[in-house]
C-alpha cells in the first residue's frame, strides 16, 4: 500500500495564495468564497482557516506578499525617481491583480484594516525619499510620504483609471504610456 505524503507546508500555503490572489483581484474580500479558492487551489476550508485563520487573513497574507514582492521586485531608487517610476508602471502592467487587491483593500477595509507589514514596506521607502531630500538628490517642495505618494500614483495611473476615463486615453501606446509616468515624474521632482 502506497504510505500518503501531505505536501509540504509552504507550497501548500502558496497554492491557496495563488488561488486566492485570482480570486480576491476578482471579487474582492467581500464577494470571494472561499470554496473557490480551496477548489482551485486543490484543497479545502480546513486548510484555509489552519494556515491563515479566516478568509480576511488570506487576504491579509496575500495583499503583504503582494507588496513585499512589488518593492522586492522594484526597489524604490531614489537617485532616478522617475525610472524608479517607470518599472514601478511595468510591475503593474505585468501583475495587473496588484493594483485591484489594493483597490478592493482600499475600499473593504479602509483605515481598519491597515497592515503591519505594508505600513512598514512603506515606511521605509519614505524614509528613503527622505534621506535623499536631506542629501539633496531630491526636492522638499513635498513631504516625503506626499512626494512618494504622488510618484506610486502616477506609476499606477494606467492601471487604475475607470474604464470610463480609460476609454479617453486608449489611444495612448503602451510604450508612451511608460514615458509619461517618466516625464510626469521629471516635472514633478524638476528633473
Not at 482551485?40 to 476550508?45: E, H, L
Not at 495587473?96 to 483593500?105: K, S, V
Request: hydrophobic share 50%.
Amino acid at each position: 500500500m502506497a504510505r500518503f505524503t501531505p505536501p509540504a507546508a509552504d507550497a501548500m500555503r502558496a497554492r491557496l495564495l495563488l488561488a486566492a490572489r485570482d480570486e480576491f483581484a476578482a471579487a474582492g474580500l467581500v464577494g470571494a468564497k472561499i470554496e473557490r479558492i480551496a477548489a482551485a487551489a486543490s484543497s479545502n476550508k480546513a486548510q484555509i482557516f489552519h494556515y491563515f485563520g479566516s478568509k480576511e487573513g488570506l487576504f491579509d497574507a496575500l495583499l503583504a506578499q503582494t507588496v513585499a514582492e512589488t518593492f522586492d521586485e522594484v526597489p524604490v531608487d531614489t537617485d532616478d525617481l522617475a525610472e524608479w517610476a517607470a518599472r514601478l508602471h511595468d510591475s503593474y502592467v505585468r501583475r495587473p491583480w496588484a493594483e485591484r487587491l489594493a483597490t478592493w483593500h482600499r475600499l473593504e477595509r479602509g483605515s481598519d484594516g491597515a497592515l503591519e507589514a505594508v505600513i512598514a514596506s512603506n515606511t521605509e521607502a519614505v524614509a528613503a525619499v527622505e534621506h535623499a531630500q536631506r542629501a539633496g538628490v531630491l526636492p522638499r517642495s513635498y513631504r516625503p510620504a506626499v512626494l512618494l505618494g504622488l510618484v506610486m500614483h502616477l506609476a499606477a495611473f494606467w492601471s487604475s483609471t475607470s474604464p470610463e476615463y480609460g476609454s479617453l486615453v486608449a489611444a495612448v501606446a503602451p510604450a508612451r504610456r511608460r514615458q509619461i509616468v517618466i516625464d510626469a515624474v521629471k516635472a514633478l521632482v524638476g528633473g
